[in-house]
């Protein structure tokens, strides 16, 4: 018998990756607890984490440099860092050109390396590399904050001010305090301000608050004292280096085979989809997932505030996202402009980020009706929620343009388990009106079919004309493909989207590999 979710102990657990952990014992005060160390590398700087139950609410992410003593950080950052600027002659353009980042990095490293050979002839080359580094990344980056960026464990890098700890989100155990305080409010305003010069933009008195991007698409909030009341803020939410696959949500339960299969048979046959759900709940992952499974002789627009989505590289895949206006209130590119410009390009897809506004609502349910299939996302906690934000001030869409969506995804982040999961999958039928299909059970952690396909049937019978019995065998069939795809660990976006383009291509060769249990060979063009 199933336990109550109610009976299950706290846990901690990778709010994706599915894995959890009983809370560690022994939280008490005086004593502490290793949850967990690992090491990883900063731009071959390395990094040494432990992450620490204390006398505390919250676990305690403490890392280190090692290699580095505080007396060679004090050399550094007082007296090298300053020949350094002085060393490498660039012009403005290069430094806030996005394009020419890595060109000004490689001049400064190679810089660094100058000058430390300068001051420190007997240097060993290793040890030189590393303090090359660790000087490159407080000249031109957020100094120890780039070493937070780099780990691959972390959603979230916070400073909510100079006097509290940085804070981060950990994948695995969640909000956690960091051994890293910024030295004052003037250290925070000029990270916040070297971000946004680089992107254009301006952070000051006048305009106290600021939404850019660094280069590497980490996304980048920041707010300005007396805005914040406790002092200047950063907020980093990370680009994802390895984007979320519909295996690896398979792998974590956050969609069942069923589901992810029924998804994929949509995909397939070109039916609209939003994928809806709270903030933090995976909705862009859970669209990035969706777009490895579309065919690859079909040409994508993607239309986003930031770039997050990450598609197979062999695509036909155009990438697109808004600017903000300057100083002066010019140059803006709204996503309604890219929406608008993008059904000049022919698209057979398009992905949007995220819908807000009546205007971007409309242009979308219009590219539906005039043939387009379009994947988007949308704040709403469950299906219904769905069709009454649509269909409500501000987004305010008449009930009878639903009937172009196909199906609804509902994405759900549960706080107290730390685990993601897709909610429901409904249908929408020709009265705008939603059918469950499948939803997850809270309390035996399931996902179970609640109704059956009425409106999507008759859709897919229409468009494929495919029986009732042949949609079922298809998605059964395509169960067998996603299992296989777990079980062969197939989680990387180029592997699972040459293993669904190997299907569309030839689905008796992709079903005898998955028969036999057997590995394909994939393309490294």
Not at 191 to 210: C, D, E, F, H, W
Not at 212 to 231: E, K, M, W, Y
Not at 343 to 354: N, S
Not at 362 to 374: I, K, Q
Request: with cysteine.
């Amino acid at each position: 018998m199933a336990k109550d979710i109610k009976d299950v102990k706290p846990r901690i657990a990778d709010p994706e990756a599915g894995g959890a952990e009983e809370a560690a014992p022994g939280a008490q005060k005086g004593k502490v607890v290793l949850l967990s160390s690992y090491n990883f590398s900063s731009e071959g700087l390395p990094v040494e984490v432990k992450i620490l139950r204390k006398a505390d609410f919250v676990p305690r992410y403490e890392f280190t440099i090692p290699g580095i003593a505080e007396g060679t950080k004090l050399i550094l950052d007082t007296k090298l860092k300053g020949e350094l600027v002085s060393e490498v002659k660039l012009d403005i353009s290069e430094m806030l050109d996005p394009k020419k980042f890595d060109d000004v990095k490689a001049k400064f490293l190679e810089a660094a390396k100058k000058i430390l050979t300068r001051n420190f002839p007997s240097l060993p080359e290793d040890k030189k590399g590393i303090l090359a580094v660790y000087l490159l990344q407080k000249t031109l980056g957020l100094g120890e904050m780039e070493a937070l960026l780099s780990d691959e464990q972390l959603e979230e890098v916070v400073v909510n001010n100079a006097r509290d700890p940085v804070w981060v989100y950990h994948k695995k155990y969640g909000w956690c305090k960091t051994n890293l305080k910024l030295k004052s409010e003037e250290t925070v305003y000029d990270y916040a301000s070297m971000i946004a010069r680089k992107v254009g933009r301006q952070i000051n008195v006048l305009n106290p608050t600021l939404d850019a991007h660094l280069p590497s698409g980490d996304r980048v909030n920041a707010t300005l004292f007396p805005i914040s009341s406790f002092g200047n803020t950063i907020t980093i939410r990370k680009f994802s280096r390895n984007p979320w696959t519909i295996t690896s949500f398979l792998k974590s339960k956050t969609v069942t085979s069923d589901v992810a299969a029924l998804i994929w048979v949509c995909i397939q046959n070109e039916l609209s989809l939003l994928v809806t759900g709270g903030t933090g709940s995976g909705k862009t992952s859970f669209l990035n997932a969706m777009a490895g499974m579309i065919p690859a002789n079909q040409r994508i627009v993607t239309i986003e505030d930031t770039r997050e989505l990450t598609l197979p590289s062999f695509l036909h895949w155009v990438p697109m996202t808004v600017r903000e206006a300057n100083p002066e209130g010019k140059g803006e590119v709204t996503m309604l402009d890219l929406m608008v410009n993008a059904l000049r390009q022919r698209p057979d897809r398009i992905l949007v980020g995220e819908i807000r506004r009546q205007r971007e609502a409309e242009v979308m349910f219009e590219a539906m009706h005039t043939g387009h299939s379009v994947y988007a996302t949308l704040h709403a906690d469950n299906a219904e929620q769905t069709v009454s934000r649509l269909t409500n001030p501000p987004i305010n869409i008449p009930h009878a343009m639903l009937d172009a969506l196909s199906g609804i995804v509902v994405t759900f982040r549960h706080r107290r388990f730390n685990i993601r999961r897709v909610l429901e999958f409904a249908e929408m039928s020709k009265k705008g009106e939603v059918n469950t299909i499948y939803r997850w059970d809270v309390k035996s952690d399931k996902t179970k079919g609640v109704n059956r396909m009425t409106t999507l049937a008759d859709t897919l019978s229409l468009y494929s004309g495919m029986s009732e019995k042949e949609i079922d065998d298809d998605i059964a069939e395509k169960m067998e493909v996603l299992d296989w795809m777990v079980k062969k660990g197939y989680e990387d976006v180029d592997q699972v989207g040459q293993v669904v383009a190997h299907y569309y291509a030839s689905a008796e060769e992709v079903m005898d590999a998955v028969r036999k249990g057997r590995a394909l060979e994939f393309s490294k063009e």
